[in-house]
């Protein structure tokens, strides 16, 4: 079973709500390539956004191991119509990832490049409609790769010891991967993540992990264990009072720890 830790150094702020579900979706279309080639979007690493219509295709030049996020969801991104997303090779023919209805009839994909090369982002209405009209506003936006900030690039404990001095600050690249509601035993990162780091393992047998935290002057810092085997770590979020298994925290006023 896979484990990831979450330490955190406690300072009250607060944060948004960043979307980073992967794809899924209710059809796959293969007529991708009956689609007009429309133009060219340039990938930047903040949120651009532009008006589409269903039944068009727009190619974007994409590199191995990074994400590129397409959404009528956020960033700016809004839709009027019920739109229907996929990524496909140039030419609209191959599908990479595809997605309906993830926020009410909007579509959202958060898609990681197998290969470097030109792929093209597909607009369709409904049930893989491709009559030309106005269907809504798309965000798109290419995400950083994760760092050790972020639960996609937690440091590997592989060793019987670790040991560290290293102090962090902000939230990686992947910020909301855990949520802010609910409370223990569920949730006890209320305050999401502040100036974390992530580490994970995979136990090979039954016992015991232990760990030592030791604070400079009146840092203050949380944790929590998530059991990551069936969700992954972009199912914490949903799945929180699934994963989380161990934690200790402290508010400013009251201490919290669980089991």
Not at 51 to 60: E, I, L, M, P
Not at 112 to 139: E, H
């Amino acid at each position: 079973m896979n484990r990831a830790i979450l330490l955190r150094m406690f300072i009250l702020a607060s944060m948004g709500l960043f979307l980073i579900s992967p794809f899924d979706g209710f059809t796959q279309c293969t007529n991708g390539a009956s689609t007009t080639n429309v133009g060219t979007l340039t990938m930047q690493p903040v949120f651009q956004t532009i008006a589409v219509n269903s039944g068009t295709r727009r190619t974007f030049t994409a590199n191995a191991t990074i994400t590129y996020v397409f959404t009528f969801c956020e960033g700016g991104g809004s839709y009027t119509g019920d739109p229907q997303l996929e990524i496909c090779d140039a030419s609209g023919a191959t599908v990479y990832a595809y997605n309906d209805d993830f926020c009410g009839l909007g579509s959202h994909i958060s898609w990681t490049c197998p290969t470097t090369g030109t792929y093209s982002i597909v607009i369709f209405r409904y049930s893989c409609q491709v009559t030309n009209s106005p269907i809504g506003t798309l965000a798109y936006m290419v995400l950083t790769p994760p760092n050790t900030q972020d639960c996609l690039g937690a440091i590997p404990l592989c060793n019987s010891f670790y040991s560290t001095t290293a102090s962090y600050s902000g939230t990686g690249h992947y910020p909301g991967e855990i949520p802010t509601t609910g409370g223990c035993p569920g949730n006890c990162m209320l305050s999401g993540e502040l100036n974390d780091v992530w580490y994970t393992f995979t136990p090979q047998s039954a016992g015991f992990v232990s760990f030592v935290i030791s604070p400079v002057s009146s840092d203050d810092y949380d944790w929590a264990v998530y059991d990551i085997t069936n969700y992954g770590c972009e199912g914490i979020y949903n799945n929180v009072s699934s994963t989380q298994v161990s934690c200790n925290w402290y508010d400013g006023s009251y201490y919290g720890v669980y089991p």
